[in-house]
Every structure is written in structure tokens, then in C-alpha cells.
């Protein structure tokens, strides 16, 4: 049974500072890993999507990457911004129509 | 490109009685999958469903359903609702299945009372 992980559970940093979460995941069999945002009380942004044949992606200030034997992807966010501030959450794509997400990391950043 | 959408945003019911909720995906999207989110459990898969046939169902009771129109709409239905029913419910769209990038909508947030 597929079990995604994601830590720390909540992160606090100054603003400027570059930073790294992490997420695990327990079966290697993915056909990809999605990063995504999402603000209190709203839907989920899509951040980045990273295929199984991939090692990583990038866009703007964000890079993802992938590493499926040892079941870990970390999202980079350089040069933190205040409007960094929310929840991020991984989830990975399964055999059976199926998408398991991690619980997230909540992330504040100091102005 | 319009994104997902879904209706109602807010939505509040008494225990027992039954709710539908709707989503529409992004156009040329084939696949909507539908998710429950609650602080104690965060997001947990409910089902998916791929030119109208539904492809997996997650581990929640029979009380919950959902169909998909010729369209791709979406439909979900709670019937006898309980107040552990009180949650977020996301839908996303994707073009079709598996390898896509998935799209959420804004959610609708039900409370049961």
C-alpha cells in the first residue's frame, strides 16, 4: 500500500532564505509526482509535475526533484518571499487510477 | 482557458438529509477525480471517473457516489449525511489519465450541522 510523507510538517524561515521540503513516498511503481500550493481555505495549485522517467523540473524559483528507487522527491524554493506562505503538499500518481497525497508542510515566511 | 469549477462553493446541511455537488473541467478534459479533505485526515481520494466510467473508488462508505456525463461533468452525492461529512471537497480535472498534470477547482466546503 502506497504511503506518501511529507517533511517537516511546518517550516518557518526569514524571508531571502532558500529552503528544501521533502516528501517520501513507499512504492517505487509511479507514473509521476505533483507538487502543488494551496492557500487557507481554497483549492490546490499545481507547482510542478515530474513523470517517473524524469529527474527533475523546474519553473521560476521552484525546482522538484525525483528520485524513484529511494522513493524521495524534494522541492526547492529559492530566494523565499512572504507570498511563499502556505501549505504544500506532494502527491504521487499509482497503478489503479489512483492519487495518494502526503499530509503537507505549512510553510511561513518572515517578512 | 477556463479552469475547474465547482458548485455550490459553500453549502449547509442537517444530518440525514443528502447533498449533490457539481464540477466541471477544464474543456477537452476527459477525466475528473473527487477528493475530501478534513484537517484530521487531509486529502483522501474518493474516486475518479474517465469517459464516464468510473476507474477507482476510494475506501469511504456506499453513502458516497459520483457519476460523469457525456460532457465530463461531474456530479458527487452524500446521502445520509453525518457530521464526520463536514469537509472540503475537491474535484480535479486532467486530459485524460495517469501520466497528466491534474487541475483543482476551488473546492465546496460542506457543513453538516
Known amino acids: 500500500k502506497q504511503e506518501v510523507t511529507q517533511i517537516p510538517a511546518a517550516l518557518s524561515v526569514p524571508e531571502g532564505e532558500n529552503l528544501v521540503l521533502n516528501c517520501s513516498f513507499t512504492d517505487s511503481a509511479i507514473y509521476n509526482l505533483q507538487w502543488f500550493r494551496q492557500d487557507p481555505g481554497k483549492g490546490l495549485t499545481s507547482l510542478l509535475l515530474i513523470q517517473s522517467s524524469q529527474r527533475e523540473q523546474t519553473s521560476g524559483r521552484l525546482n522538484a526533484s525525483l528520485d524513484k528507487s529511494s522513493g524521495r522527491s524534494t522541492l526547492y524554493i529559492a530566494a523565499s518571499q512572504p507570498g511563499d506562505s502556505a501549505t504544500y503538499l506532494c502527491?504521487?500518481?499509482?497503478?489503479?487510477?489512483?492519487?495518494?497525497f502526503g499530509a503537507g508542510t505549512r510553510l511561513f515566511v518572515k517578512a | 482557458k477556463a479552469g475547474v469549477t465547482q458548485t455550490p462553493r459553500y453549502l449547509i446541511k442537517t444530518r440525514g438529509q443528502q447533498v449533490t455537488l457539481s464540477c466541471s473541467p477544464i474543456?477537452?478534459?476527459?477525466?475528473v477525480s473527487w477528493y475530501q479533505q478534513t484537517p484530521g485526515q487531509g486529502l483522501q481520494f474518493l474516486f475518479e471517473?474517465?469517459?464516464?466510467?468510473?476507474?477507482n473508488k476510494g475506501n469511504f462508505p456506499g453513502r458516497f457516489s459520483g457519476r460523469q456525463f457525456s460532457n465530463s461533468r461531474s456530479e458527487m452525492n452524500v446521502s445520509t449525511l453525518e457530521l464526520g461529512d463536514s469537509a472540503l471537497y475537491l474535484c480535479?480535472?486532467?486530459?485524460?489519465?495517469?501520466?497528466?498534470?491534474?487541475?483543482f477547482g476551488p473546492g465546496t466546503r460542506l457543513t453538516v450541522t
Open positions: 480535479a480535472s486532467s486530459w485524460q489519465t495517469d501520466t497528466y498534470e491534474q487541475y
Open positions: 502527491a504521487v500518481r499509482t497503478g489503479g487510477f489512483k492519487t495518494i
Open positions: 474543456s477537452g478534459h476527459r477525466s
Open positions: 471517473y474517465f469517459s464516464e466510467t468510473q476507474r
